[in-house]
Structure formats: structure tokens, C-alpha cells
């Protein structure tokens, strides 16, 4: 089981430091959580991949780190957003797509979870994000908060939260337009 867990370490870094980006803070949940199978392996009984186990207790463990740091957040600390009008030259006055940013198809985009090469361009689209839009985004579709919760745990409004939610999918579906379902970008360097 160690010789598995450590294959996992880089793989588990890399998510906990795009939920908390803070290197320290990630290493940290990665050492709790393979200390945590470690000692608990007598309760892991097969019935899921040890891979999804190590993973299930990592995301407890950021989710702790996250609640640790609501309790205690710096002083003046905001959410840094996207700027309000960062995406008000895609549309016309009536709202609607300008013929020059139109969204592309996207064919299958289900097909492209099956990819590698997917994943990492959604974590680099991802890391492109403010920190804090990011961990709100991430919180919500990554670690499974509702929005009451992210808003009691990052102490924002639930107005803020749906807007900081609404501009990091926008700038994730622009990321993901422009580097993946482009067909012409696909093949560039990142």
C-alpha cells in the first residue's frame, strides 16, 4: 500500500494546491492524508479504488484547512475577483454574443473527460484564475460546498459568491474555447 500511495503524491499536490494554492498548505493536507490511509488502511476494505480513498480523504483534509482559515483569515482579506466588465466586449448592447466572440462548438465535450491532455489544460486554465475566484470555484464544483456554505466559510455574500461563480466559469469556458475545443490551438504551446 506505501509503494501505491507514493505513485499518488504528485498527482494529489497537484490538487491540493490548485484548492489551496499555497504550497506549504498543500504538502501539509498531502502528508495528513497518507498519514491518515496509512494508519486507518485496516479500514479500507476494497470497496472503492485506493486511488479514490487516498483522494476522499485528501478532500477532507483541504476542506479542514479551508474551514481553518475561514476562522482565522487575515485582516482585509477580499475575494479578488475577475473585474466587473472584463467580459463586456463579448456582447453587444442587447446582450447577445459579437459575431467575433461567438462560442465555438464544442462537438462532444464529455468525450474530452476521458483525456489527459484535457486535464491539464484545464489546470492550467484553471491556475489563470484569481486564487480566491479559483478556490470558490473550486469549493463549489471541485469539493461539493453548497453556496450557504461557501459563503459562511469565505464570509461573502451569496450575490458575490454567484457572481465570483458566473466569471470563473466564463473565464474557464473562454480558457477552454481558446486551448481545447479550438481545434486550430489544440496542438500550440501553453
Not at 476522499?56 to 475577475?82: M, S
Not at 447577445?96 to 473527460?113: F, I, K, L, V
Not at 469539493?143 to 455574500?157: D, M, Q, V, W
Request: hydrophobic share 40%.
Amino acid at each position: 500500500m506505501e509503494k501505491e500511495l507514493i505513485s499518488f503524491r504528485s498527482d494529489m499536490l497537484k490538487f491540493a494546491w490548485l484548492q489551496l494554492r499555497d504550497e506549504a498548505s498543500a504538502e501539509d493536507a498531502v502528508q495528513e492524508a497518507i498519514t491518515a490511509a496509512l494508519t486507518g488502511k485496516k479500514k479500507y476494505d476494497n470497496r472503492a479504488q485506493l486511488k479514490t480513498w487516498v483522494f476522499a480523504i485528501l478532500k477532507n483534509k483541504i476542506v479542514d484547512i479551508i474551514r481553518e482559515r475561514a476562522r482565522y483569515p487575515n485582516a482585509g482579506t477580499a475575494i479578488d475577483e475577475i473585474q466587473e466588465d472584463a467580459y463586456d466586449d463579448l456582447f453587444d448592447e442587447s446582450g447577445h454574443w459579437q459575431d467575433h466572440a461567438r462560442p465555438s462548438t464544442w462537438g462532444n465535450p464529455e468525450s474530452s473527460y476521458s483525456s489527459q491532455q484535457f486535464w491539464q489544460i484545464f489546470e492550467i486554465c484553471l491556475t489563470r484564475l484569481p486564487d480566491n475566484t479559483a478556490r470558490v470555484f473550486m469549493m463549489r464544483e471541485m469539493l461539493g460546498f453548497e453556496t450557504e456554505e461557501i459563503c459562511k466559510e469565505l464570509a461573502i455574500s451569496p450575490t458575490n459568491c454567484w457572481v465570483v461563480l458566473h466569471r470563473a466559469r466564463m473565464a474557464l469556458r473562454l480558457c477552454l474555447n481558446d486551448k481545447w475545443f479550438n481545434a486550430e490551438n489544440r496542438d500550440v504551446e501553453l
